[in-house]
């Protein structure tokens, strides 16, 4: 969490020269990334689904491991 002086600088300082800002909600980014490896889960408790379902991901959760490489992937080809 930023200090909101200093947000407040870096905006003074970007529009002073003359840069774009935007802004994202990176929590939002983060889970709402592609997974290009192929992910498995079993259903949370309370969902009727028969014995031995599991359900298949096809975008990023929070806690999974290939969440946060899927948002890595994206940002860097965003920057670069």
Known sequence: MAH???I???LAWG???GYFIYQTD???????RELQEVVYMSPPPGCE?????V???HRGQYGLR??????ARTLLLRLY
């Open 66 to 71: 290939q969440s946060s490489n899927a948002f």
């Open 26 to 32: 990176i929590k939002l980014a983060f889970i709402s």
């Open 49 to 53: 689904e028969p014995n031995g379902h």
């Open 8 to 10: 407040r600088t870096v």
């Open 15 to 17: 529009v002073k020269n």
């Open 4 to 6: 909101p002086t200093a």
């Open 55 to 57: 359900w298949r991901l």
